[in-house]
């Protein structure tokens, strides 16, 4: 069972896997889409998963008549890289300020998550 909603751990990596609509699904001819969170980090893997099934949730409500499996792909990898760039410069804005401890960065880091969910 995954730490969170669609998040799973293979070795030491973290990974999002998200089921298709069976009507898209079928015309794409993929049922999952499946993403490496690219990090260790079990904190920064919930925050980065929960984009993305907001994400996906908003994908999947809209009509995806239209949409093809590299469209599909392509948007959520640029949503990914958004919000992990994102994560990045907030990790090193509070490096440089010194004005918050890890303990506290990473309450924040789950508090954002949580709303984000």
């Not at 890289?81 to 804005?93: P, T």
Request: with cysteine; net charge positive; hydrophobic share 40%.
């Amino acid at each position: 069972m995954g730490i969170s909603i669609n998040l799973s751990r293979r070795g030491a990596v973290y990974y999002w896997r998200c089921r298709i609509p069976s009507a898209l699904a079928t015309r794409i001819g993929l049922s999952h889409l499946k993403m490496s969170m690219k990090t260790r980090e079990p904190d920064e893997a919930r925050f980065l998963a929960a984009q993305l099934n907001a994400t996906a949730r908003q994908v999947f409500m809209e009509d995806t008549k239209h949409i093809s499996r590299s469209q599909l792909e392509e948007l959520f990898r640029k949503s990914f890289l958004k919000h992990k760039e994102k994560l990045d410069l907030l990790a090193d804005s509070q490096r440089m300020s010194g004005t918050m401890s890890s303990s506290d960065a990473r309450q924040m880091d789950r508090a954002m998550g949580h709303a984000y969910k």
